[in-house]
């Protein structure tokens, strides 16, 4: 009965291969977000999407690609991945509702623990 | 323009007494406020809101927050510290991003609770 829930949970590779997360929530949420969080546990926005249509995309290399089958899921995609990709990534959700308001709530996954050798 | 400022990156108490995380905010917009709380190897879990109706928030787990517009603050207490308690916490403000409309979210820096036997 998981609400947000992100594959894998441990992620080690080597530099320049490509990789993807995936996500998947249960809420019935209609907002999706990645998160990246730094060794130092700063944590920054990368992308949300609103029913499958990109709404935030931050300053982040293109070699990261987000891809929202539906409104359910959203995976991240990691190209010719490099040594200060390695962090923690979360993805999250929020009802499209509070976006309006700006008040909704985020829901967290676990996060997936990137190491990149 | 939208900040938090977590005042302290890390906190100390002892078991069975009070804790205090001090927050400050900025924002161009009526904010919500929020707390989360990340236990090691966790997602982020949500503590408690402020959405513009009470200003003292009760959350989970004993811990509330009041809004104080005047001092632009959201602190976060606890009469007594549980060992539980040790965990990560960041404070979060929320607002409709000046243009399209969409929720803009920017999370402080983090406070590390330490909590002493």
């Known amino acids: ?117 | 323009a939208q900040s938090v400022t977590q005042l302290d990156s890390h906190v100390s108490v002892s078991e069975g007494t009070p804790v205090l995380l001090r927050c400050n905010y900025s924002s161009s917009y009526s904010p919500s406020l929020f707390w989360y709380v990340q236990h090691p190897n966790k997602g982020l879990q949500l503590l408690l809101k402020y959405t513009s109706a009470a200003t003292l928030v009760k959350g989970i787990n004993g811990f509330e927050a009041e809004f104080k517009k005047s001092e632009t603050s959201f602190h976060l207490t606890k009469p007594s510290a549980h060992m539980s308690d040790a965990a990560e916490y960041f404070c979060v403000v929320s607002d409709l991003a000046s243009s399209g409309g969409y929720q803009k979210v920017t999370f402080g820096t983090g406070t590390k609770l330490q909590v002493i036997p």
Not at chain 1, 9 to 37: A, F
Not at chain 1, 59 to 81: E, G, M, Y
Not at chain 1, 94 to 111: K, V, W
């Open chain 1, 1 to 117: 009965d998981t609400a947000v829930s992100q594959t894998p949970k441990y992620l080690v590779t080597q530099m320049g291969n490509d990789k993807s997360i995936k996500c998947e929530q249960n809420l019935g949420h209609d907002t999706m977000y990645w998160y990246k969080q730094d060794s130092k546990k700063f944590l920054k926005i990368m992308f949300s999407y609103n029913n499958k249509e990109l709404i935030i995309n931050e300053t982040v290399p293109n070699r990261f690609s987000p891809k929202s089958p539906d409104k359910a899921h959203l995976n991240l995609h990691i190209n010719s991945l490099e040594l200060g990709d390695s962090a923690v990534y979360f993805c999250a959700s929020s009802r499209e509702s509070g976006i309006r308001r700006g008040n909704s709530p985020l829901h967290f996954g676990n996060g997936t623990r990137l190491t990149v050798t």
